[in-house]
């Protein structure tokens, strides 16, 4: 039973480790299992939603995660976004399979990134299988894969993504802050690829060329000890080759760049015959001729690695394996692998902006398609923004509109650095926030052609910084005082309206100025009816006082005379007092600006 649970617990932790891996097979919308390496492959529409999928056609057989491709026709750079966890080793696989899906014979050049980093400058084959490997240490919880257009009317494509995670001890004396990069990868004896069937991480180990300069010796051992921190497959020390006498060494193909690069090298090993005690297999390692290592002495039954690291080298310089002078059999090698080290790996974009910028991305959906580093590796930035220069980059400015913005504006105060925001004839709705007149390098700010409402923040309406430009928004209070709309400018002195964009409307003109109007008149004529009224009334009293004698009496009733001069003084107070209210509404304080500030941002537009 302890047993069994013990089986469970370790078949458990593979699973998920394995889990952990993924196998995303471009252009298709399938997933599948592999009969070739028994590898899980799945389809790439949860990771891309860009670029156009296309399936290969051809008469020859092709290995199903290479039939079809993406292709990328705009864009700067179109990533793939990958979940992943902060700190972790992993190893990253980029394939393609040009296959000549355009029918045009010829094979594109771009360039491959990581991370924010340049991985790359891709070479595709008419029709040979190209891929490209990183290992390194993640700085965040995202792994992105992009491909970016680098030479006239060659469109970058990618055929399939695999990222392993490796155990943290592997490949130990490289520096986590830089990557290697496969240059080669070979099993010496082995007729056939060894990878995911063998190798728990699923590094393709392919096999060597003999050309009859080398002898094949198979292990007389059939379980092999590997207990190497970087758990190379037990497989690959089943066969070796080996020269005919100790005067021969083997020289190391390494597949370096012409230019001198940094290098890490891992040499395997194993004897593969029971010695007796006048034999003895010691190995030392020569670059350009010279000595580079102590004697190793091979052990059978058991594996052993070299390790070379902190050397420059090219194609020119020379690697290979001697017999020391000691040793009485000649040299012998299993496996070897070869890698470039990268510069230093980048920080990426300062996280505040990054942050900001994950907040449009949740809010609006036209915007989830970006991928990879928003500025680096640079000039390769996302399209509609500008960055800083620099190791860790700054966003500078959003360029976001006619874009297709729909909703409220996300809180991306954050991003301190902005000093344009152009937001221009999109759907926007809601309020202006608060935080954009808090941004403290702001200058220019476009909200034209939205349907934004109430009234600006006077952080913003009372920033003699900042250009604003708030045109064709009809629900828009310019003042919290009296509500007006802003209203396109069409004077052509820098306002801002677009194509498409919503007209100006007159009726709030038309009936501020004859409501007021038609009231007045309504008012007077009132007055003029009271007036006439008391006066007639007056008359009329007068005429009865002077018929019942009087004559030593003003003609005339006091009492009426002092009712028409009140009414007169009433009248003519009214007639004042709504004239001054008009006055007053027609002449209610508007936002202070810069005279420059309206209507503005006309390169925006």
């Not at 080398?214 to 590997?226: A, G, H, P, R, W």
């Not at 006048?278 to 030392?284: E, F, G, I, M, N």
């Not at 974009?349 to 907040?359: F, I, K």
């Not at 409501?515 to 007077?524: A, G, R």
Request: charged fraction near 20%; hydrophobic fraction near 35%; charge should be negative.
């Amino acid at each position: 039973m302890a047993t069994y649970l013990l089986l469970l617990i370790i078949a458990a932790s593979a699973f998920s480790t394995l889990n952990a891996d993924i196998s995303i097979d471009c252009g298709s919308s399938e997933s599948y299992s592999s009969d070739d390496y028994s590898i899980g492959w799945v389809g790439d529409d949860l990771y891309i939603q860009h670029g156009e999928s296309v399936e290969l056609q051809s008469s020859k057989a092709i290995y199903q995660p290479m039939a079809t491709l993406r292709i990328f026709t705009d864009r700067k750079k179109n990533c793939y976004n990958i979940d992943s966890e902060k700190g972790s080793k992993v190893l990253v696989r980029a394939y393609f399979f040009y296959g000549n899906y355009d029918g045009k014979s010829s094979p594109p050049k771009f360039d491959l990134h990581f991370d924010g980093n340049h991985w790359i400058t891709v070479e595709t084959s008419a029709d040979q299988l190209v891929y490209y490997e990183a290992i390194y240490v993640t700085k965040t919880d995202t792994i992105s894969v992009c491909v970016a257009q680098t030479f006239p009317n060659m469109f970058p494509f990618i055929s399939a993504i695999e990222v392993r995670d490796l155990d943290s001890k592997m490949y130990g004396y490289s520096d986590s802050n830089r990557a290697l990069m496969l240059r080669r990868r070979v099993a010496y004896g082995t007729k056939a690829i060894v990878r995911s069937t063998d190798d728990f991480y699923d590094r393709i180990w392919v096999p060597a060329v003999n050309g009859d300069d080398f002898t094949v010796l198979t292990s007389d051992e059939t379980f092999i000890e590997v207990s190497l921190d970087d758990s190379p497959p037990r497989a690959l020390f089943q066969n070796a080759f080996a020269t005919d006498s100790t005067s021969t060494s083997i020289q190391l193909g390494t597949n370096l760049p012409t230019t001198k690069v940094p290098v890490y090298m891992n040499i395997y090993y194993s004897e593969a015959s029971v010695l007796d005690s006048t034999q003895k297999r010691s190995l030392q390692l020569l670059v350009d001729g010279k000595v580079n290592s102590k004697p190793f002495i091979l052990v059978y039954g058991t594996a052993g690695e070299f390790t070379l690291y902190n050397l420059t080298a090219n194609s020119d310089t020379t690697f290979s394996l001697a017999a020391s002078p000691d040793s009485t059999l000649p040299p012998l090698i299993n496996a070897l692998e070869v890698f470039t080290v990268s510069d230093e790996l980048t920080d990426g974009t300062n996280s505040d902006d990054v942050e900001g910028l994950a907040s449009l991305q949740d809010e609006f959906d036209v915007l989830k398609d970006w991928g990879g580093d928003p500025c680096l590796p640079s000039p390769y930035s996302w399209d509609w923004i500008n960055c800083t220069s620099g190791s860790t980059p700054r966003v500078t400015a959003l360029y976001l509109g006619s874009f297709g913005l729909s909703g409220v504006l996300p809180d991306f105060s954050s991003m301190t650095s902005l000093e344009i925001i152009d937001l221009h004839n999109n759907s926007l709705i809601g309020s202006i926030p608060e935080f954009l007149g808090t941004l403290p390098n702001l200058k220019q700010l476009n909200l034209a052609g939205n349907d934004l409402s109430g009234t600006i923040p006077s952080s913003i309406s009372k920033n003699k910084k900042l250009k604003l430009t708030v045109t064709d928004n009809p629900n828009l209070c310019v003042s919290g005082k009296s509500c007006k709309t802003a209203s396109v400018d069409t004077s052509g002195s820098g306002g801002s309206s677009s194509s498409g964009g919503r007209k100006k409307s007159k009726l709030p003109v038309i009936l501020g100025t004859t409501i007021p109007i038609f009231v007045l008149v309504w008012v007077i004529g009132g007055v003029c009816a009271v007036l006439h009224h008391k006066r007639k009334s007056a008359a009329i009293a007068a005429g009865n006082v002077g018929q019942t004698g009087g004559a030593n009496k003003p003609s005339g009733n006091p009492q009426a005379a002092q009712m028409q001069m009140a009414a007169n003084n009433m009248a003519q107070n009214v007639i004042n007092d709504f004239i001054m209210n008009v006055h007053e509404q027609q002449s209610a304080p508007e936002p202070v600006y810069n005279d420059d500030q309206q209507n503005h941002l006309e390169e925006g537009n």
